[in-house]
């Protein structure tokens, strides 16, 4: 049983793995020239096909390999992947969507080319998922890309799945993939076009590649993985660099931890971990660095001399203390700003800041005193370690949204997995403890049926409502805080990319309704492209 699991494990990364090349080599092609090639695009749907093939293959093999409570948590999980598709058919209203991850994908589609967008300093950051996408976006069907970011989600609680049941058994597996896709901040960019479970997913894969190498230190494979993963992490989003330095001093540790290697395999093993994981992402360096002069543009420009112009379009607090900065904006105490840590597991909340702009669940924390004990007791606080370094650092890095720390959230399910099975074996009375597991997946699980009643899809899906009648009704998701603008129109969006002296502000129309197209940038100007509706900054 063990090597089964061990051999979808191992599957389920290169997966992964050929998804991330798949966009690497459309992001090649892109900057020369190729986005409106027939076959670089057909690729990336054969890659995208090929991984959503894999996981419903996996997948609708479970129930014959497991008891009566096994298929009632594959039933559950199955109630949650059907709901987040249908919701993923829905046209994207969702502010990142609008003006990022769609945005500068329609504004390549438009050009044909991979170009650079200096008035859009989020233009410069890796863009690895927003490649998976460009191809849909570029043949207008705009809700693909959500269901490709479900896909990740997918993927990584199938690797959830396969570590677990490796570990203990299927029916704890099947737990581990039904707490993860139930989470209420899961849940809920699942149908998003964002990219937040995309770096999840290679962060996980990389420290799971990390702890089975660990364990079978011949087998360079897992290393290989490892670090691959780690650099499609990188090539996601700017968080991967946090993700890369907590990862790499938990290799670092492996390294130096008993039995002590040769010199010479030593640096094999480092020299190897690295080069894969510097391969897949520099690319993306070499192209900030060719554009703007900074190959980590636009982070770190006290480092770099940038010959960009490029800006930030809002008011950064990135110079304030963590401290000052919650007390201004948010009037909090000093006892709420120490307790943050545990407050993200209780008080978070959609669409507010001060409560990390999405829900996580205490499930997350407290089974973990049950969960250090039995077996692989030194596998289990590498695990605790890479989320504490890893939450202890966003803290200070960034303001705190639950999207940034996503990467913690498959290492807490695997240990509160781990203090479920343990609590089962001492327990006298095992149904308080399964009354309390369904009651918290109960809990979670009313989340997704917020979204869903929130949503509305069935009058779309049926064809009884048409895509603008829907986008008039949607509820269009944008984040509000304080020094900042948002200005969203329905069936298309004008985009505030900067703001010059005098109250200018550059603006770019960009539309996905059928008909519609991409206008210019300008100031001052109105953009309508022929929806109805239309938005202008004074």
């Keep these: 049983m063990?090597?089964?699991f061990s051999v979808l494990l191992l599957r389920t990364v290169l997966v992964g793995c050929l998804l991330g090349i798949s966009a690497t080599v459309y992001f090649l092609f892109g900057l020369a020239g190729y986005v409106h090639s027939f076959w670089v695009n057909t690729s990336v749907v054969a890659a995208l096909a090929f991984g959503a093939l894999f996981f419903f293959a996996k997948f609708f093999t479970i129930p014959g390999h497991t008891n009566w409570l096994g298929r009632f948590l594959w039933a559950a999980t199955l109630i949650l992947i059907v709901t987040q598709i249908a919701l993923g058919l829905l046209p994207p209203t969702s502010r990142?969507?609008?003006?990022?991850?769609?945005?500068?994908?329609?504004?390549?589609?438009?050009?044909?080319?991979?170009?650079?967008?200096?008035?859009?300093?989020?233009?410069?950051?890796?863009m690895l998922l927003d490649m998976l996408y460009t191809p849909w976006v570029y043949w207008g069907y705009d809700f693909v890309p959500k269901l490709i970011h479900a896909l990740f989600a997918a993927l990584t609680g199938l690797l959830l799945f396969a570590y677990l049941g490796r570990r203990l058994n299927t029916v704890y597996g099947l737990l581990g993939l039904?707490?993860?896709?139930?989470?209420?901040?899961?849940?809920?960019?699942?149908?998003?076009?964002?990219?937040?479970?995309?770096?999840?997913?290679?962060?996980?894969?990389?420290?799971?590649?990390?702890?089975?190498?660990?364990?079978?230190?011949?087998?360079?494979?897992?290393?290989?993985c490892a670090g691959a993963s780690?650099?499609?992490?990188?090539?996601?989003?700017p968080n991967g660099l946090l993700a890369a330095l907590v990862i790499g001093m938990l290799f670092l540790l492996v390294i130096v931890r008993q039995p002590r290697r040769r010199c010479a395999?030593?640096?094999?093993?480092?020299?190897?971990?690295?080069?894969?994981?510097?391969l897949t992402f520099v690319p993306w360096v070499v192209k900030n660095w060719l554009q703007s002069g900074n190959p980590f543009f636009p982070l770190l420009n006290s480092w770099f001399l940038s010959n960009t112009g490029a800006t930030s379009a809002?008011?950064?607090?990135?110079?304030?203390?963590?401290?000052?900065?919650?007390?201004?904006?948010?009037?909090?105490?000093?006892?709420?700003?120490?307790a943050l840590p545990l407050r993200i597991f209780f008080s978070g909340q959609d669409d507010h800041p001060q409560f990390f702009d999405g829900v996580l669940t205490p499930v997350l924390i407290v089974f973990l005193p049950w969960a250090?004990?039995?077996?692989?007791?030194?596998?289990?606080?590498?695990?605790?370690?890479?989320?504490?370094i890893f939450l202890f650092y966003a803290l200070f890095l960034v303001d705190m949204r639950i999207r940034?720390?996503?990467?913690?959230?498959?290492?807490?399910?695997?240990?509160?997995?781990?203090?479920?099975?343990?609590?089962?074996?001492?327990?006298?009375?095992?149904?308080?403890?399964?009354?309390?597991?369904?009651?918290?997946?109960?809990?979670?699980?009313?989340?997704?049926?917020?979204?869903?009643?929130?949503?509305?899809?069935?009058?779309?899906?049926?064809?009884?409502?048409?895509?603008?009648?829907?986008?008039?009704?949607?509820?269009?998701?944008?984040?509000?805080?304080?020094?900042?603008?948002?200005?969203?129109?329905?069936?298309?969006?004008?985009?505030?990319?900067?703001?010059?002296?005098?109250?200018?502000?550059?603006?770019?129309?960009?539309?996905?309704?059928?008909?519609?197209r991409v206008g210019e940038t300008g100031t001052n100007r109105l953009y309508s492209g022929g929806c109805g509706r239309s938005c202008l900054h004074p």
């Design 178 to 224: 039904f707490l993860y896709l139930s989470m209420p901040v899961i849940a809920r960019l699942s149908h998003w076009g964002y990219i937040d479970l995309g770096i999840t997913f290679y962060t996980t894969a990389s420290l799971l590649c990390l702890l089975a190498w660990r364990e079978q230190r011949n087998r360079l494979f897992w290393l290989s």
């Design 230 to 237: 780690l650099g499609f992490a990188l090539a996601t989003k």
């Design 404 to 516: 940034y720390i996503l990467s913690i959230v498959p290492p807490l399910i695997i240990l509160a997995v781990y203090g479920v099975f343990n609590i089962y074996l001492n327990i006298k009375r095992p149904i308080y403890l399964f009354v309390v597991v369904l009651a918290v997946g109960v809990w979670q699980c009313t989340y997704t049926w917020h979204y869903f009643r929130e949503a509305r899809p069935i009058g779309f899906l049926s064809g009884a409502e048409t895509r603008g009648a829907y986008l008039d009704r949607a509820p269009i998701r944008r984040r509000r805080s304080r020094g900042s603008r948002s200005c969203v129109s329905v069936r298309g969006f004008s985009l505030q990319l900067g703001e010059n002296p005098g109250r200018r502000c550059e603006l770019v129309h960009i539309s996905f309704a059928p008909g519609l």
């Design 372 to 388: 250090f004990r039995g077996k692989w007791l030194e596998e289990k606080k590498l695990l605790a370690a890479f989320a504490a």
């Design 314 to 338: 809002t008011p950064s607090f990135g110079g304030v203390g963590i401290l000052r900065k919650r007390h201004w904006l948010y009037d909090e105490s000093l006892a709420q700003i120490l």
């Design 96 to 126: 990142d969507e609008l003006t990022h991850h769609l945005a500068i994908p329609k504004l390549y589609a438009n050009a044909g080319r991979i170009i650079e967008v200096p008035i859009a300093p989020y233009a410069y950051y890796p």
């Design 265 to 278: 395999e030593t640096s094999s093993e480092i020299g190897l971990f690295l080069g894969l994981m510097l």
């Design 2 to 4: 063990e090597e089964r």
